[in-house]
């Protein structure tokens, strides 16, 4: 990671150099606000990163030689739309992102890679907002493109099918899906070698759609493949670990293998602590798969706790978390339940 304080003060200085030579609205200045967006978003200050993305699309729509269909303004509307999806304004993202979209096909014209990019975003968001339909239209048409522009086997459209395999999926269009992920896994693995996190990506997908399948044994095998990959990793990442680790628990739970998801479920618990803090609901999540198991292995105390400590989490934000709640409080109920103790 680069010296993002010392990036910062340049482009700040920048600005007000700008500013002095030439005006607060001229296209350098925009420039300069773009980057130095950028930068604050890399050091966490979202709302900062989010109004100089909005001054530099404000000044780049108005800037003499610009205007609004300039190909300044689709990257400035990238920019905050990638933005606003951190921050969870999906509506306003898909705003941004469509009239990147337009701009782009007027600009280069529908075949371009730029095009390809601003659908693919546009699908990312739409899927946030449950769009699935209209996710799948995205996707399929960057893969469209990525294929007239690069060939069949190109390695950047990889993770463009594994994009359209996940909308494939949302739809219930599981063989669909399969094929999507099983066409990334060969060009992942061709291109990058049978360990590359990518080709763990690929397999973790690919598992998923086949417990959904119910082909439980293959899916362990794909989970379990990319649990090591990963965790071979050169720069071993933690999320994906706990990802892996996770759907890995959640299968042997269904294969009967207790012990196993109990393992699976401690580690994902330890991970998830590190990366979100103790008491989130990513941790209630994991406390309460982890004592779903621990009731079936007849450790009717841990469960206890498990259920108890992820309730005490969740009733922090009642609200957002209304559907968790009532799983735990089911589960805890169960438990009293069978204990005699209500």
């Known amino acids: 990671m680069g010296d993002l304080a010392g990036a910062k003060t340049c482009f700040e200085q920048l600005i007000i150099l700008d500013e002095r030579l030439f005006s607060p609205d001229y296209p350098d200045v925009a420039t300069a606000a773009s980057n130095l967006g950028r930068v604050l978003q890399d ?3 979202l709302e900062g990163a989010k109004r100089h993305f909005e001054r530099a699309l404000s000044i780049h729509k108005t800037a003499y030689g610009f205007g609004p269909k300039h190909p300044a303004v689709a990257a400035d509307l990238s920019d905050l739309g990638r933005l606003l999806l951190i921050l969870r304004d999906f509506a306003g993202a898909k705003a941004c992102f469509e009239q990147a979209l337009e701009i782009n096909e007027w600009v280069y014209g529908p075949r371009h890679m730029n095009v390809a990019g601003s659908a693919g975003e546009l ?5 946030f907002l449950g769009d699935y339909q209209g996710t799948r239209a995205c996707y399929e048409r960057q893969l469209s493109i990525e294929e007239f522009t690069y060939g069949s086997e190109h390695p950047s459209m990889a993770l463009t099918l594994n994009n359209l395999g996940l909308a494939l999926q949302d739809l219930g269009l599981l063989s669909m899906a399969q ?7 060969t060009i992942d693995q061709k291109a990058c070698g049978p360990d590359h996190p990518d080709v763990a990506r690929d397999l973790n997908n690919l598992g998923s759609v086949l417990r959904e399948l119910g082909d439980l044994p293959q899916a362990r095998q794909m989970f379990s493949r990319a649990l090591e990959i990963n965790e071979n990793a050169e720069t071993p990442r933690s999320r994906d670990i706990a990802t892996n680790a996770n759907n ?4 042997l739970y269904s294969l009967e293998d207790l012990i196993g998801a109990k393992q699976c479920f401690e580690r994902v618990l330890a991970i998830d602590k590190r990366i979100y803090g103790q008491d989130t609901p990513e941790v209630a999540t994991d406390l309460t798969n982890l004592g779903i198991v621990l009731y079936d292995l007849g450790d009717l105390q841990g469960a206890r706790m498990s259920y108890e400590h992820a309730l005490s989490i969740l009733e922090k934000t009642p609200v957002e978390n209304q559907t968790k709640l009532a799983k735990v409080r089911k589960h805890l109920d169960r438990l009293r339940t069978k204990s005699g103790n209500k």
């Open 43 to 45: 050091m966490g200050n």
């Open 123 to 127: 699908g990312r968001s739409l899927r």
């Open 179 to 185: 094929d999507h992920f099983e066409r990334a896994l």
């Open 248 to 251: 890995l628990g959640r299968v």
